[in-house]
C-alpha cells in the first residue's frame, strides 16, 4: 500500500499510497510534527499546469501530496470517463520533479463503497456555465473534494484557474463547510501559442490543434478591445464568438460573468477588472474550456497565434 520512489537528485523520494489508510498514515504523522501540508487533487495525465500548482504548494508548504483519481461521479453518462487519458507511471515522474512528497491513488470501490449516499451540492454558483452544460457535474466534484480534503486533512489546497467555476464553488464550499483548509488559485499555463493546458488537449488531431487556438485568440482580442475602451459585455462576447466561428468550433458558451456570482451582469452594467469572460466550446469531439478575468494581462502569444 506504500511504496518509495525516487526520480531526480533534487527531488524528494515520492511515497506512493494506493489506500484511505495508507495516505491517511502519512499525512497523519505529518500532522503530528506540526508540518504544513500542501495538497494539489487532480485526474491524471498531468502537463505543466499541474506541476505549477505542486510547485507552488512546494513553495509554500513543508510537505506536498498530489491525488491522481478519475472521478466517476464527475462525468456524464455521455461523457469521456472511458477514454479519459490516464499515464500514472508519467504523472508520477512530474509530480516528484516539482516537489511532491506522497502520490495517493484510490478507486471508485473504495471512494464510492455500495450503500454511499452522501453527497455535497454548492448552490447558485453552480448553476451556470458548466454547471447548467454538464447536470450533475460539479455534484460530483464537490463530493469529491470534499472526501479528499477529509481523507488527507491538507493546510492548503491549490486549484488551477483555468477551471475558475471549480475554483470558486470550491472556495465557496470550504467556506461554508468551515473546513480549515487555505484555498489558492493558480494561473492557466498557456502554451506559447496561447492554449490553455488540459489533459484534454491530448484528444486533439493536429488540425484540431491548430483550431483550438481559437478559445485564447477570443479571450485575448476581447481583453484588449476592453483595455481599449469597450465595455459592452454582448460586444465583448461577440468578439470570442467571432473568433470560434471562424474557426468553426462548436460553441458552448460564451458569458460576461461577474467574477464573484458568476451571473451576467445586470442590463447596462459595463465589464469592468472583476468580470470574467467564460467559454466552452467543442473543436471536433473535444470540448475545451477557458476564461479571462479582465484586470488581468493576458499573457502575450511567443509563438504559432496564427491569423
Ligand atoms: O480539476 C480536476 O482535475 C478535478 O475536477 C478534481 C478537482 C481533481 C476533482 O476530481
Not at 454538464?134 to 469529491?144: I, L, N
Not at 489546497?157 to 477551471?163: L, N, P, R
Not at 471549480?166 to 468551515?178: A, E, G
Not at 490543434?209 to 481559437?214: H, N
Amino acid at each position: 500500500m506504500l511504496a518509495a520512489m525516487s526520480h531526480a537528485a533534487a527531488s524528494p523520494a515520492l511515497l506512493r499510497a494506493s489506500s484511505i489508510p495508507a495516505i491517511r498514515a502519512v499525512t497523519d504523522a505529518w500532522r503530528r510534527e506540526g508540518r504544513t501540508i500542501g495538497f494539489v487533487p487532480t485526474m491524471g495525465a498531468l502537463h505543466r499546469g499541474h506541476g505549477a500548482l505542486v510547485a507552488a504548494a512546494a513553495r509554500a508548504c513543508d510537505r506536498v501530496v498530489a491525488s491522481v483519481f478519475v472521478n466517476p461521479t464527475q462525468f456524464g453518462p455521455a461523457e469521456d470517463l472511458s477514454r479519459y487519458p490516464r499515464d500514472l507511471e508519467g504523472d508520477a515522474r512530474l509530480l516528484a520533479e516539482h516537489g511532491c512528497h506522497a502520490l495517493f491513488t484510490t478507486t471508485p470501490e473504495e471512494m464510492y463503497p455500495p450503500g454511499f449516499a452522501t453527497w455535497v451540492t454548492v448552490d447558485g454558483l453552480t448553476e451556470g456555465l458548466c454547471g447548467a452544460s454538464r447536470p450533475g457535474h460539479f455534484r460530483g466534484v464537490t463530493t469529491v473534494v470534499a472526501k479528499l480534503l477529509a481523507i488527507v486533512g491538507p493546510t492548503d489546497a491549490y486549484f488551477g484557474e483555468k477551471d475558475r467555476q471549480q475554483l470558486q464553488v470550491l472556495r465557496r464550499l470550504v467556506l461554508d463547510l468551515d473546513l480549515p483548509v487555505r484555498v489558492h488559485g493558480c494561473p492557466t499555463v498557456r502554451e506559447p501559442d496561447g492554449l490553455a493546458l488540459s489533459s484534454r488537449n491530448a484528444y486533439l488531431a493536429p488540425e484540431e490543434r491548430l483550431r483550438a487556438r481559437a478559445l485564447s485568440q477570443g479571450l485575448r482580442d476581447a481583453r484588449a478591445a476592453w483595455s481599449g475602451g469597450l465595455t459592452d459585455p454582448a460586444a465583448l462576447a461577440a468578439l470570442v464568438r467571432g473568433r470560434l466561428d471562424a474557426a468553426g468550433a462548436a460553441v458552448d458558451y460564451v458569458e460576461v460573468v461577474d467574477l464573484a456570482t458568476l451571473r451576467p451582469l445586470p442590463p447596462g452594467a459595463p465589464a469592468g477588472e472583476d468580470t470574467l469572460i467564460a467559454v466552452a466550446a467543442r473543436v471536433g469531439a473535444t470540448r475545451l474550456i477557458d476564461n479571462h478575468r479582465l484586470g488581468d494581462p493576458f499573457p502575450r502569444a511567443t509563438a504559432g497565434e496564427g491569423p
